[in-house]
T-cell receptor, first 118, second 110 residues
Framework: AQSVTQPDIHITVSEGASLELRCNYS??????LFWYVQSPGQGLQLLLK??????LVQGIKGFEAEFKRSQSSFNLRKPSVHWSDAAEYFC????????????????FGKGTHLIIQP | DGGITQSPKYLFRKEGQNVTLSCEQN?????MYWYRQDPGQGLRLIYY???????QKGDIAEGYSVSREKKESFPLTVTSAQKNPTAFYLC?????????FGQGTRLTVV
């Protein structure tokens, strides 16, 4: 069965500093990987996704993620965070390029809560 | 504007009652999903539907029921058999490129 681990429950970063959120996955076949962001009481917004090809993926809001098959990781990065980046971030893995997860939905990590210090 | 609409935003239920959460999409998507979100637990799949008049159980379907009579609509009923229904519920639909989420319904048992 597939699984996703986000080791950091909370991360605090100063505004303007760089950010890296960790994500490790377990999946037998080629994974389809996603990062979502959620503001309090809101739905999820897709930041970026990886299906194949270039292992460095660019997303919205200045985020990027790097797929490393040897480490089963898909870490999210941003060179300089803004106060508006404070939110909950979820990494997810799916069985299909259809980012709802194809046949049976996405498997999500438990999320990382990002706090931005002024 | 196209999107997914969940209603109501907040819902209170007395113990022993069934309640139905609405999810409507005008994106012409075939596939729709219901997820449950609990603090520190991420999202867990309750039910999904790939096509009208067909749906499958997800990881935590016990105590829930769904219907898919129209492409646009995928309502979720939280039955009295669900022992711990207080949670944030998210509906999603997908096309061939991306999943779109509604704004969620927060259900509280009082």
């Amino acid at each position: 069965a597939q699984s996703v681990t986000q080791p950091d429950i909370h991360i605090t970063v100063s505004e303007g500093a760089s950010l890296e959120l960790r994500c490790n996955y377990s999946y037998g076949a080629t994974p389809y990987l996603f990062w979502y962001v959620q503001s309090p009481g809101q739905g999820l917004q897709l930041l970026l996704k990886y299906f194949s090809g270039d292992t460095l993926v660019q997303g919205i809001k200045g985020f990027e993620a790097e797929f490393k098959r040897s480490q089963s990781s898909f870490n999210l990065r941003k060179p300089s965070v803004h106060w508006s980046d404070a939110a909950e971030y979820f990494c997810a893995v799916g069985e299909s390029q259809y980012s709802g997860g194809g046949a049976d939905g996405l498997t999500f990590g438990k999320g990382t809560h990002l706090i931005i210090q002024p | 504007d196209g999107g997914i609409t969940q209603s109501p935003k907040y819902l209170f239920r007395k113990e022993g009652q069934n309640v139905t959460l609405s999810c409507e999409q005008n994106l012409n998507h075939d596939a729709m999903y219901w997820y449950r979100q609990d603090p520190g637990q991420g999202l867990r799949l309750i039910y999904y539907s790939q096509i009208v008049n067909d749906f499958q159980k997800g990881d935590i379907a016990e105590g829930y029921s769904v219907s898919r009579e129209k492409k646009e609509s995928f309502p979720l009923t939280v039955t009295s058999a669900q022992k711990n229904p207080t949670a944030f519920y998210l509906c999603a639909s997908t096309d061939n490129t991306e999943a779109f989420f509604g704004q969620g319904t927060r259900l509280t048992v009082v």
